[in-house]
């Protein structure tokens, strides 16, 4: 059982973060979740474009904006005038780590790089997300999830053979590299706790794309096997896919050879005799055959017969939920896979993901969603040691 008393497993710990969109700001979501203080720091004149971003606003702010700025606090700060650079330094002075995902030599050439802010903190752990990362030829390249996926190898795969590469319907290119950043990030921490040093921390897209891809390099450079876009379903392993169902569509899971035996004996046939489909290598020859025929009888049941029968038959099985069916699926309640949190953008509680994963003595919590813009200006300046008139004077340059 969680102790109420036990602090969050970051907290304590400061994350200046530069960014802007996903890759980035997913970064710093993942370490807000978790407890760390967060500050969010956008031009006043050029704010994060992800405020406007999603599908559905909501009393004109958007819920986008309400997840991947969660527990963050926002400065607004102008790093292009050499008063926001003087603030930046001050508050470096007070921060574990700053996470931007500018094009690189962006930094550099605000006089922020690497160099600078280590000789005014060494302990800070600087987190770079950036397309093609820090080096290399094609570094000064913008870069988005889009480009990153597609040089990284996963478009070539996404989508039915016959056309051309499909997209996932979120942007898995950002989240990955995000996710990178904060896995390297908490091990740049803890080697300082080792060193007393900080370090750079290098996520580039196409890396963290790549990284997720398998055996797809070696599988052609030894072999000579090219993979494809093979739309639903993964060659010569049978049967594992969608099948449709009287009101609906279902994953079935069932390639080895005991959950074989046990899905032909809930369907009522002799298929795991049968030599076509007895074993892992026939079934593969056979694949669409064996696919059609288990549509059969999908199709003549409903989904909640079919996930009945695969769990009395111990067989994988579950729906394709859209979010409408994750907000009142039971397994997704109990687990409380799902919070809501007040916005005051948006006028009241916003549904949104909770904190990944479950940690079981100090889990994550989401305590506030995406701040306005600048809503913690003035405190945070207040800390650094500003005055009510440094401040106005600020205001009325376009600093902050």
């Known amino acids: 059982m969680t102790d109420p008393i036990v602090q969050a497993p970051l907290s304590g710990l400061r994350v200046l973060e530069l960014g802007q969109l996903i890759a980035g700001p997913f970064c710093g979501q993942l370490l807000g979740d978790f407890g760390a203080e967060v500050i969010k720091i956008e031009a006043p004149d050029r704010p994060d474009p992800a405020r406007d971003w999603g599908a559905v606003k909501v009393n004109e702010a958007s819920v986008f904006w309400a997840i991947i700025a969660r527990n963050k606090r926002s400065l607004t700060l102008n790093l292009r005038l050499a008063q926001g650079q003087d603030i930046l330094k001050r508050l470096v002075s007070t921060a574990d780590v700053l996470v931007e995902n500018f094009r690189p030599g962006t930094l550099e050439k605000w006089g922020l790089g690497p160099d600078v802010l280590h000789a005014i903190n060494p302990r800070l752990v600087i987190t770079r997300v950036s397309g093609y990362g820090q080096t290399g030829p094609e570094s000064h390249k913008p870069g988005y999830a889009s480009v990153g996926e597609a040089k990284g190898g996963l478009r070539h795969l996404i989508g039915e053979p ?17 996710t990178f950043a904060a896995l390297g990030t908490m091990m740049a921490l803890y080697h300082r706790e080792k060193s007393g040093r900080g370090q750079v921390v290098d996520a580039a897209i196409y890396e963290s794309v790549m990284a997720f891809m398998e055996s797809l390099i070696p599988e052609y450079a030894l072999g000579g096997h090219t993979r494809e876009r093979t739309g639903g379903i993964l060659p010569r392993i049978a049967p594992s896919g969608v099948y449709p169902c009287s009101d609906g569509m279902v994953i079935i899971g069932a390639n080895q050879d005991t959950l074989f035996a046990r899905l032909a004996k809930m369907i009522g046939t ?3 005799d049968d030599p076509r489909y007895a074993t892992h290598d026939a079934r593969g020859e ?3 055959e064996l696919d059609a025929l288990i549509s059969v009888w999908t199709r003549n049941n409903s989904m909640a017969e079919v996930l009945r029968q ?3 038959h111990a067989v994988p099985c579950g729906p394709v939920n859209t979010a409408k069916d994750m907000l009142v699926d039971a397994h997704i309640k109990a687990r409380e896979a799902i919070v809501r949190v007040v916005s005051p953008l948006v006028g009241g509680e916003v549904p ?6 479950k ?14 813009l600048g809503q913690d200006t003035d405190a945070i300046l207040d800390i650094l040691g500003y005055s009510p008139e440094d401040r106005e004077r600020l205001r009325a340059e376009n600093v902050i």
């Open 162 to 178: 016959d056309r051309p590469p499909a997209r996932a319907g979120v942007s898995l290119g950002d989240t990955m590299t995000g």
């Open 270 to 272: 002799d298929w795991a």
């Open 286 to 288: 056979h694949q669409a």
């Open 310 to 312: 695969c769990e009395a």
């Open 352 to 357: 949104m993901q909770a904190p990944f994963p």
């Open 359 to 372: 940690l079981s003595d100090t889990p994550g919590k989401v305590e506030s969603a995406g701040p306005a």
